[in-house]
Nanobody, 123 residues
Framework: QLQLVESGGGLVQPGGSLRLSCTASGFTLENSAIGWFRQAPGKEREGVSCISSSGGSTSYADSVKGRFTISRDNAKNTVYLQMNSLKPEDTAVYYC????????????????WGQGTQVTVSS
Protein backbone atom coordinates (compact mmCIF):
# COMPACT_ATOMS: atom_id res chain seq x y z
CA GLN A 1 0.00 0.00 0.00
CA LEU A 2 1.37 3.39 -1.02
CA GLN A 3 1.05 5.90 1.76
CA LEU A 4 2.59 8.80 3.59
CA VAL A 5 2.54 8.84 7.36
CA GLU A 6 3.07 11.96 9.47
CA SER A 7 4.25 11.78 13.06
CA GLY A 8 5.65 13.99 15.78
CA GLY A 9 2.65 16.16 16.50
CA GLY A 10 1.41 16.91 19.97
CA LEU A 11 0.75 19.55 22.59
CA VAL A 12 3.46 22.12 23.20
CA GLN A 13 3.62 25.42 25.05
CA PRO A 14 4.14 28.69 23.20
CA GLY A 15 7.80 29.15 22.43
CA GLY A 16 8.40 25.43 22.34
CA SER A 17 9.56 23.15 19.54
CA LEU A 18 8.39 20.07 17.71
CA ARG A 19 9.83 18.04 14.86
CA LEU A 20 7.39 16.48 12.44
CA SER A 21 8.33 13.52 10.28
CA CYS A 22 6.83 12.38 7.00
CA THR A 23 7.67 8.81 6.06
CA ALA A 24 6.66 6.92 2.96
CA SER A 25 5.76 3.28 2.75
CA GLY A 26 5.42 1.38 -0.47
CA PHE A 27 7.32 3.96 -2.51
CA THR A 28 10.43 6.09 -2.38
CA LEU A 29 10.36 9.81 -1.69
CA GLU A 30 13.69 10.57 -3.31
CA ASN A 31 12.17 11.58 -6.65
CA SER A 32 9.43 13.71 -5.14
CA ALA A 33 9.17 17.25 -3.94
CA ILE A 34 7.65 17.12 -0.48
CA GLY A 35 5.49 19.75 1.13
CA TRP A 36 4.09 20.42 4.54
CA PHE A 37 0.64 21.97 4.75
CA ARG A 38 -1.67 22.79 7.62
CA GLN A 39 -5.32 23.38 8.24
CA ALA A 40 -6.72 25.00 11.34
CA PRO A 41 -10.38 24.63 12.35
CA GLY A 42 -12.59 26.87 10.25
CA LYS A 43 -9.73 27.93 8.01
CA GLU A 44 -8.55 26.98 4.57
CA ARG A 45 -5.55 24.75 4.10
CA GLU A 46 -2.31 26.68 3.70
CA GLY A 47 1.10 25.76 2.46
CA VAL A 48 3.83 25.80 5.09
CA SER A 49 6.97 24.63 3.33
CA CYS A 50 8.23 22.66 0.34
CA ILE A 51 11.52 20.97 -0.46
CA SER A 52 12.72 19.76 -3.84
CA SER A 53 13.68 16.15 -4.49
CA SER A 54 17.38 16.95 -4.15
CA GLY A 55 16.87 19.22 -1.16
CA GLY A 56 18.48 22.05 -3.06
CA SER A 57 15.37 24.23 -3.14
CA THR A 58 13.07 25.12 -0.31
CA SER A 59 10.19 27.50 0.21
CA TYR A 60 8.42 28.77 3.30
CA ALA A 61 5.24 30.64 4.09
CA ASP A 62 5.97 34.11 5.42
CA SER A 63 4.29 33.19 8.69
CA VAL A 64 6.90 30.51 9.47
CA LYS A 65 10.09 31.93 7.94
CA GLY A 66 12.90 31.95 10.46
CA ARG A 67 11.07 29.54 12.77
CA PHE A 68 10.49 26.40 10.72
CA THR A 69 13.06 24.36 8.78
CA ILE A 70 12.30 21.65 6.27
CA SER A 71 14.85 18.93 5.53
CA ARG A 72 15.01 15.47 4.08
CA ASP A 73 16.93 12.27 4.52
CA ASN A 74 16.39 10.22 1.39
CA ALA A 75 18.28 7.28 2.87
CA LYS A 76 15.58 7.10 5.55
CA ASN A 77 12.80 7.92 3.09
CA THR A 78 11.75 10.71 5.44
CA VAL A 79 11.17 14.45 5.34
CA TYR A 80 11.23 16.56 8.48
CA LEU A 81 9.74 19.84 9.59
CA GLN A 82 11.55 21.36 12.55
CA MET A 83 9.27 23.87 14.21
CA ASN A 84 10.73 26.30 16.72
CA SER A 85 9.30 29.29 18.59
CA LEU A 86 5.83 27.88 18.17
CA LYS A 87 2.86 30.20 18.52
CA PRO A 88 -0.80 29.47 19.28
CA GLU A 89 -1.63 30.41 15.69
CA ASP A 90 0.49 27.45 14.52
CA THR A 91 -2.16 25.13 15.94
CA ALA A 92 -3.49 22.99 13.11
CA VAL A 93 -3.49 19.55 11.56
CA TYR A 94 -0.26 19.25 9.61
CA TYR A 95 -0.14 17.19 6.43
CA CYS A 96 2.70 16.17 4.17
CA UNK A 97 2.30 15.53 0.48
CA UNK A 98 4.52 14.18 -2.29
CA UNK A 99 4.57 15.98 -5.62
CA UNK A 100 6.44 15.12 -8.84
CA UNK A 101 7.74 18.69 -9.19
CA UNK A 102 8.76 21.41 -6.75
CA UNK A 103 6.55 23.92 -8.52
CA UNK A 104 3.50 21.71 -8.06
CA UNK A 105 4.26 21.48 -4.36
CA UNK A 106 4.44 25.25 -4.01
CA UNK A 107 1.19 25.55 -5.99
CA UNK A 108 -0.43 22.86 -3.82
CA UNK A 109 -1.41 21.13 -7.03
CA UNK A 110 -2.33 17.48 -6.67
CA UNK A 111 0.06 15.19 -4.86
CA UNK A 112 -0.16 12.13 -2.67
CA TRP A 113 -1.26 13.08 0.84
CA GLY A 114 -0.88 11.69 4.33
CA GLN A 115 -3.56 11.61 7.01
CA GLY A 116 -2.16 14.42 9.09
CA THR A 117 -0.86 14.95 12.61
CA GLN A 118 -2.30 17.38 15.14
CA VAL A 119 -0.15 20.18 16.50
CA THR A 120 -1.56 22.17 19.39
CA VAL A 121 0.27 25.16 20.83
CA SER A 122 -1.24 26.21 24.12
CA SER A 123 -0.28 27.08 27.65
Amino acid sequence: QLQLVESGGGLVQPGGSLRLSCTASGFTLENSAIGWFRQAPGKEREGVSCISSSGGSTSYADSVKGRFTISRDNAKNTVYLQMNSLKPEDTAVYYCAAHPLFGLCVAQNGGRWGQGTQVTVSS
